[in-house]
């Protein structure tokens, strides 16, 4: 089975702390999300990569930044925390457009919950 | 721009009763992808079924399937003889296609309740 593997379950950041989420796929997917999501707003994407050392912003970049250095590791980063970024943060997977299509869908980890206080 | 509008914040139905997820979408493609995808309280989001646009079946995965009307722009979710277990935050999802570009858009939610 795929796994997407997220660091951390549960953070806790102080204001203007610089935070790294990290998440790591083992089934060497192309795609790789971040999304945000709080409640009655549902899942935001915040950057994507479809391929090493390539970015994309999604519909919230602003206060984020990412990395992708290997194929299976997609990090986003807070430069300086604030408060309205305690979130749960999402990281998926896929195969890029055209390959399985037939099966193809968004592998998700479990979150990373984090409070900035 | 496609959006995806879910109606219903929260639902609780009993438990073995039949429920239905609505889900609305706008969209000006002819030929595109729809989801389901489930979040339980581990938060872990897991695919329940898929739907693509130019098949007219509507998909069914066991006591999950979907009632897809293209014209309407509509796509529910059935669940049948539900069980504790389908309590979760259910989100609608649109996709254009896999192509590098088209990114999938998440509707808000629809939180279901199985109560005992």
């Known amino acids: 089975d795929v796994k997407v593997t997220q660091s951390s379950r549960y953070l806790v950041k102080r204001t203007g702390e610089k935070v790294f989420l990290e998440c790591v796929q083992d089934m060497d997917h192309e795609n790789m999300f971040w999304y945000r999501q709080d409640p009655g707003l549902g899942l935001r994407l915040i950057y994507f990569?479809?391929?090493?050392?390539?970015?994309e912003k999604g519909d919230i970049p602003e206060g984020y930044s990412v990395s992708r250095e290997k194929k299976e590791r997609f990090s986003l980063i807070l430069e300086s925390a604030s408060t309205n970024q305690t979130s749960m943060y999402l990281c998926?997977?896929?195969?890029?457009?055209?390959?399985?299509?037939?099966?193809?869908?968004?592998?998700f980890g479990s979150g990373t919950q984090l409070s900035v206080l | 721009a496609q959006t995806v509008t879910q109606s219903q914040p929260e639902m609780s139905v009993q438990e073995a009763e039949t429920v239905t997820l609505s889900c609305t979408y706008d969209t000006s493609e002819n030929n595109y992808y729809l989801f389901w995808y489930k979040q339980p309280p581990s938060r872990q989001m897991i695919l329940v079924i898929r739907q693509e646009a130019y098949k007219q079946q509507n998909a069914t995965e066991n006591r999950f399937s979907v009632n897809f009307q293209k014209a309407a722009k509509s796509f529910s979710l059935k669940i049948s003889d539900s069980q504790l277990g389908d309590t979760a935050m259910y989100f609608c999802a649109f996709m254009k296609s896999f192509n590098r570009d088209d990114k999938i858009i998440f509707g808000k939610g629809t939180r279901l309740h199985i109560l005992p």
């Open positions: 990569s479809y391929d090493v050392k390539m970015k």
């Open positions: 998926a997977s896929s195969f890029l457009g055209g390959r399985a299509a037939t099966n193809e869908k968004l592998f």
